[in-house]
């Protein structure tokens, strides 16, 4: 079960990056991911209670939440410059940085040798396709936006991952999004953007982007990150961003006619391996940590 639940992220986040450059059409990028962060979790709100939403109660998902937007806003702004299949490559660090991290600071526990190398071969293959695909990397702005969205991603799953504070999955998705919402508004605000959509955002094309972000790549997959988030390890739960620039190439070939070679071919192969010796290297398997959350 939690193994077609992956490759539902798999699928599905790796189309949102397809589904952004038609959103951006009728909105401004931060302004684009702050409705669809604020939206989705208004969905969750009738489901909690109004302590969930102090400080003290739900700091984990705050904090974590506002990690996870920065993460996506700044892939949205990068992709008003860079190809959504390109940006997919650079979240492919995605991996990389959460073993780092939760080996640093959270388990303490040295990296399975097939995670680490199924991380590397996935992340030479992330290299390969964005020679292939992305040979024009003059703006270095939005490179550096998306190793930074990466990092900002990790450290919001870990936090979350990690916390103390119990609270149920639903609820703590709610303050995830809100304030994740909120968080990217403001970013908006400071980049000088227009607060509410432009007139382009009702056509046919960028409203059913925008919609299909909100309830597939927000209400159910964020829903279904959080669950992953307490049943498998940070190694696993990272392949998502591995598999993604696949996903993302494919429909970049089909929907935009961008060619792929057979170099391109290759080099989506030794990421699928990356991703399969990272699963190998440990079953998707319940864990009982300290901040299981609650299902409601």
Known sequence: MNILLLIFLYIVWGTTYTAIVYALE???PFAMAGWRFLVSGIFFVPLTKLEHWSFKNSWPSI?????????????VWSQTIMPSGLAALFIGSVPLWLILLDWLFYSKTKPHALSMLGCFVGLIGLY??????GADLSLRTSAFALIAAALFWSIGTLV????KIQLARRSALAVQLV????FQLILSAANGESFFPKASALETAPLLAWL?????????????YNYLLNVTSPAIIGTYALANPVVALVLGHLLFDEAISASTMLSGLLV???VGLILASGRVRPLVPSNQLKSQ
Do not use: P
């Open 26 to 28: 009728g909105f401004e």
């Open 63 to 75: 904090v974590g939440g506002i990690g996870l937007a920065t993460g996506n806003a700044l892939v």
């Open 128 to 133: 390969l396709l964005s020679v292939q695909t």
């Open 160 to 163: 979350i991952r990690n916390a």
């Open 179 to 182: 304030y994740g919402g909120v």
């Open 212 to 224: 299909y972000l909100v309830v597939f790549g927000s209400i159910i997959a964020m829903n279904v």
């Open 272 to 274: 699928l391996i990356g």
